[in-house]
């Protein structure tokens, strides 16, 4: 092997991608326990790897030397093979600065609680000091010394929280946030260094309360641009160009909107525009059942088909690189929504009810009457929970308008 990515589980990572963007055709990622990663090591097998969770501090007494930042942490995450010298680099420390200076995040005089005490919050703890920080909190699952636990955070003044922990991570992307930001007070921004999914629960938590949140991919192609420019010794990539791309295929297109809408329509045309495949959730549903939705709701009832319907979009929601249709009730259970905005932009597509021509095998509005009753309950929870809206009328109109808020979404 010449260059990769080692860790106890690599296989959520991005890292391979990032690393062929960058023109490394030689990236492999390697899941190791610790005798494996010892072995490795001592071969000294290869020009240059990046180390992950959680072995950033368990390789150092292996390494030859440290540059100065590695040295100041005790966390590495890149290691060059130099004519058989094993030196080790930490990147995630201009990868954490890069994050915070282009999302314009002031840490000066600010109170900030650093999540999990791994190598990487290390890291963010050295740079927030340098960075002039008023108050540094440290939070861990166990009680150590200089921490506090998840349950100590009650009731705080915190204006950053930096999530350097696990918790989030796929494939445990559904698990609740860690913490509770119901519980904090004066909180400006939410920094989570997960970067699979593109936006944690935590994450999709504060920007629902209106406070800033800032994802990890940004500091994962920064560190992975420098360790690049380390493994190749020069040739810099573009952070911005490279985190456009990596976003273009990871983000999903999620539409949302009553029946008659157009989802599956407009969701198969984007499809097609993006090279995304097309799910959608009813088609899944029938699958799943062996049944017609209408069958469904006529010999179960709706409660049946909505816990049904939760369990296709929990799982569906883990995935990247597609289009989803949804259901038009799937925004009467918020947790589908918040699940589909870990991967996905949401856009609502509305349709005027003089337009429709209603049918009598759909279950809950088979004429206009029912359509605009049904319309009133849900029409505030299609507008909270989208990012975009877009009107159906004219067709090539309304998919450039979806398309529209996928590049906005891309670009953010």
């Not at 010298?85 to 995630?92: A, H, M, P, S, V």
């Not at 940004?218 to 040739?235: C, S, V």
Request: glycine share 6%; aromatic share 8%; proline share 2%.
């Amino acid at each position: 092997m010449k260059y990769g990515l080692v860790g106890q589980d690599v296989t959520s990572s991005f890292s391979k991608e990032l690393h062929k963007l960058f023109r490394n055709n030689n990236y492999k990622l390697l899941s190791l326990n610790e005798e494996e990663l010892v072995e490795l090591l001592k071969s000294r097998k290869f020009v240059g790897i990046n180390v992950t969770k959680p072995y950033k501090e368990f390789v150092i007494p292996y390494l030859d030397r440290l540059d100065s930042v590695a040295s100041a942490t005790q966390s590495v995450n890149t290691i060059i093979n130099k004519r058989g010298l094993l030196i080790g680099y930490n990147t995630d420390y201009a990868g954490l600065k890069y994050l915070l200076k282009c999302n314009k995040i002031t840490i000066e005089n600010k109170t900030v609680a650093v999540l999990g005490t791994g190598g990487v919050a290390k890291t963010a703890i050295y740079l927030l000091k340098e960075l002039k920080a008023k108050k540094i909190i440290l939070v861990s699952r166990t009680k150590k010394e200089n921490t506090i636990t998840y349950e100590e955070v009650n009731d705080k003044v915190i204006n950053v929280i930096i999530n350097c922990s696990p918790y989030g991570m796929t494939p445990n992307n559904n698990d609740a946030p860690i913490i509770n930001l119901d519980t904090i007070y004066d909180l400006e921004c939410v920094v989570d260094l997960i970067y699979n999914p593109l936006n944690t629960l935590l994450l999709v938590k504060a920007k629902e309360k209106g406070i800033k949140a800032v994802p990890g991919l940004r500091m994962l192609i920064k560190q992975g641009a420098d360790a690049a420019e380390l493994f190749m010794d020069g040739g810099h990539p573009c952070v911005e160009d490279s985190h456009y791309l990596m976003m273009k295929r990871k983000l999903n297109v999620v539409l949302i909107g009553m029946p008659y809408a157009g989802k599956t329509m407009f969701g198969q045309l984007v499809s097609k525009k993006l090279k995304k495949e097309f799910i959608d959730v009813d088609v899944e549903i029938e699958k799943r059942t062996k049944m017609k939705i209408g069958k469904i709701f006529k010999e179960y009832g709706e409660e049946y088909f909505r816990k049904i319907e939760h369990e296709v979009i929990k799982e569906l929601s883990a995935r990247q690189n597609v289009v989803i249709a949804t259901g038009g009730g799937a925004i009467l259970d918020k947790s589908n929504i918040d699940y589909l905005k870990e991967n996905g932009v949401v856009i609502w597509i509305k349709r005027d009810a003089d337009l429709i021509e209603f049918k009598r095998n759909r279950p809950l509005c088979s004429c206009k009457t029912k359509y605009k009753e049904l319309l009133a309950k849900r029409e505030m929870y299609y507008a909270q929970y989208s990012n975009y809206v877009v009107t159906s009328g004219n067709i090539n109109r309304t998919l450039e308008d979806i398309l529209e808020g996928y590049y906005e979404a891309i670009d953010c």
